[in-house]
């Protein structure tokens, strides 16, 4: 029967999840189901095969831009048919890939998210609508844009809109509330807040569900923050070290299914850790290896995150003029991100460092 197909598809993103981590065997089973509804003519169950494929299943396996127009069809083919649930899931996979995985335009992207809104509106899908509020205001906060609180129904608050979904046990919009904070905290500098997040989401345990692109960059993000806390060679330092090679160790596991999406990510981790342990020449060809890929892979926004962590590499050696260069760089991948309270901040940066530079 039709439903078959759908049977296959979940099954492929039981099998890339906890426990088993089996990509080769979900993705082929993802690939099963597309064939299987195609033969079977099931294209009623476009939006839910293809919110499992595309948005769970190939991600540990093909490069995060390839899915993309996919999920945008399964949005359009489950609201021709009024399979709303699955119409937002699509959509909602395809906003979060975008900002997350891909580092599209925040311009473009908070343009179209506004259009997207209205789509999950119809729907009538709350918890997907509050989750797809929260990704327009990641591209808020990035841009450096305040004021946003109206995006919010009713007159909510993020913190408000937090606590609400607190008291009422929607769990998944929690993590989505708590990824956008750390992700925001963590590149805009405030890394304090960053780290009261990784405490916070405890609360929210993924468990075994299915994995998509945001849960993966959470592991890469708090990887970094466990670094960042380890140089500072306090009490904590072996509880955030072991942070730090806890995320190694899986994007380890992962990197072997997928170089493309992964490599740089990785990369960046070790070239932390080898700063960590002041090994200069693994450090040295981790970022650069770590910068290579991410600009090869159309990872601009993690291209730039690369060459800001080698730029306060090289300055803690009080190598200014490299420091400087990379921070050059770093402004401009920001920019072609439209990050631009990153920009900002790296503006400020270099400014605090030109008499350095200048000197050198």
């Known amino acids: ?58 991600i540990w396996k093909e490069p995060w831009q390839a899915g993309q127009n996919k999920l945008l069809e399964g949005y359009e083919s489950g609201a021709a048919i009024g399979d709303m649930e699955f119409a937002a899931a699509n959509l909602y996979q395809y906003m979060s890939t975008a900002i997350y995985g891909c580092g599209e335009n925040l311009g473009v992207l908070s343009q179209n998210i506004q259009s997207y809104l209205k789509r999950v509106s119809r729907c009538n899908q709350h918890s997907f609508l509050i989750s797809s509020i929260v990704l ?50 963590f590149l805009t500098g405030d890394l304090d807040a960053a780290a009261k997040m990784i405490e916070l989401f405890k609360e929210y345990p993924l468990g075994s569900t299915g994995r998509i692109v945001p849960n993966i960059i959470n592991v890469f993000i708090d990887g970094l923050i466990g670094f960042f806390y380890a140089r500072k060679h306090r009490g904590d330092e072996a509880m955030w070290t072991q942070v730090g090679l806890d995320a190694i160790q899986t994007l380890s596991k992962w990197v072997k299914d997928c170089p ?21 020449s693994r450090a040295k060809a981790s970022y650069y290896a770590s910068i290579r890929e991410a600009k090869a892979h159309r990872f601009v ?28 760089n770093a402004k401009k991948c920001y920019e072609a991100w439209g990050a631009i309270a990153l920009v900002q901040r790296i503006d400020n940066a270099m400014k605090i460092m030109l008499p350095l530079y200048r000197d050198s």
């Open 136 to 185: 327009h205001q990641l591209t808020f906060d990035l841009r450096g844009i305040e004021n946003t609180f109206l995006l919010y129904p009713n007159g909510m608050t993020e913190e408000s809109c937090f606590r609400h979904c607190h008291n009422n046990n929607e769990i998944s919009t929690c993590r989505v509330i708590c990824y956008k904070k750390k992700y925001v905290a």
């Open 1 to 58: 029967c039709n439903i078959s197909a759908f049977a296959f598809a979940c099954y492929g993103a039981l099998l890339v999840s906890e426990p088993s981590c089996d990509a080769e065997a979900g993705y082929r089973m993802g690939r099963v189901a597309i064939e299987m509804m195609k033969k079977l003519g099931a294209f009623e169950m476009t939006a839910r095969l293809y919110g499992a494929v595309y948005g769970m299943i190939n």
């Open 301 to 328: 926004h993690e291209e730039g995150l690369a060459e800001e962590k080698t730029a306060t590499y090289y300055l803690r050696r009080n190598k200014h003029n490299d420091a400087m260069r990379h921070y050059m």
């Open 260 to 280: 493309w999406n992964f490599s740089n990510k990785l990369f960046l981790l070790e070239a932390e850790y080898y700063f960590l342990m002041e090994d200069d």
